[in-house]
């Protein structure tokens, strides 16, 4: 019962409090259909100072859309013990887009991407097997209890490098051209695996031809302590170092209020002298009524640099079952860089504190 409150009251942190708010338009004979999505707004500002070449950015404030999007679930009922289900959702930016070259004019681009979009087939016998665009059974099943921030924040696969983010969390070898299959539930224990598809088809001049790299692992569930082991093969073509990415992580709900998480991640260098790392993260949740609260530290120690702490923080209030705000901060403490000045060659620290609020309404 406390791991359930604890979980529902995160999860209304997070944003999953859209999937309570869904509106059923369509229920009938094992069919059903359910619209829900969010439209969120924000103020950013901080992170990196500096571009990969060493160039100064603006990194002020800015009005944001924090990850607005619109989505459709659908299931029927086969039999008593299977279920066909699809998804699709879409992001939209609710603000503007960038692309005139400055910020606040709009150019009317509507939706920005096809964020999921996947098929499957549920028995309580046999297992879930799903194929489409979804997202990292690694994130999803290893690294979830981390996964807790709207924006920044999740520090694994990460790399210690901000300028990897976009490989990271949920697109982790993931999204698009995937197949994957995750077991029934035996007694607290259930194993997954994904592959996904590489393919220069089309191409003129193809460059790496076909290549498959999977992701897959182990996890526990059961009375408050959640434990779970998995790896991924982290290809240079999905953004990765060519080689195997391993992960654990660990977290207990002591409560109903509160739960704390420890994780390990690590990759070792490729043969060029890239990308290998080890990375330890501690953290924990509260929630207390309307509110909820998040906090994790990083200590990152890549092979080939400096090691850094990473720190996140967030606090959110729930308004109302559809309206919620919040505020996170983010330290991602990255290495000094070169970069040029008019007295010549000079260093400079990597970011500043990111800082993100807002409000979202979910429906």
């Known amino acids: 019962m406390k791991k359930t409150l604890l979980a529902t009251a995160i999860a209304g942190a997070l944003g999953a409090s859209a999937a309570a708010q869904a509106a059923t338009v ?43 999007r619109l989505g459709l679930s659908m299931s029927h009922q086969i039999s008593s013990d299977l279920k066909a289900f699809g998804r699709v959702e879409w992001r939209f930016r609710g603000d503007e887009r960038t692309g005139n070259g400055r910020t606040g004019e709009n150019d009317y681009s509507g939706f920005t991407e096809t964020r999921h979009a ?38 694994f696969t990460l790399n210690g490098d901000a300028e990897t983010l976009a490989t990271a969390g949920g697109a982790k070898q993931a999204r698009g051209d995937s197949l994957g299959y995750i077991t029934p539930n035996l007694s607290g224990f259930q194993a997954f695996l994904s592959a996904k598809h590489y393919s220069d088809r089309g191409e003129v001049e193809p460059s790496s031809g076909s290549e498959t790299v999977t992701q897959g692992g182990v996890k526990y569930d059961a009375a408050g302590l959640r434990l779970a082991l998995g790896y991924v093969d982290d290809d240079e073509v999905g ?110 620290d990597g970011d500043d504190m990111y800082w993100l609020t807002g409000a979202r309404y979910h429906f």
């Open 26 to 68: 369509y229920d009938q004979d094992g069919t059903q259909l359910i619209v829900n999505g969010r439209i969120a707004m924000g103020i950013a500002g901080g992170g990196p100072e500096y571009n990969s070449s060493g160039e100064q950015i603006d990194n002020g404030a800015e009005f944001v859309d924090v990850f607005s």
């Open 118 to 155: 996947y098929i499957g087939l549920e028995s309580n016998t046999f297992g879930t097997v799903m194929g489409g665009n979804y997202d990292s059974f690694y994130n999803s099943h290893v690294m979830a209890p981390f996964d807790v921030y709207i924006d920044q924040g999740l520090n």
């Open 239 to 348: 953004g990765g170092n060519g080689e195997m990415l391993y992960g654990a992580s660990a977290s207990y709900a002591f409560n109903d209020a509160f739960s704390a998480r420890l994780g390990y991640e690590t990759r070792d260098e490729n043969d060029a002298g890239v990308g290998g790392y080890d990375s330890w993260g501690l953290g924990g949740s509260y929630a207390m009524g309307q509110w909820a609260f998040n906090a994790d530290v990083y200590r990152v120690s890549p092979d080939n640099s400096d090691n850094r702490t990473a720190w996140a923080a967030g606090a959110y209030y729930k308004l109302s079952s559809n309206f919620d705000i919040f505020a996170e901060l983010y330290q991602g403490d990255q290495p000094e860089i070169t970069v040029s000045t008019d007295e010549g060659i000079d260093t400079a």
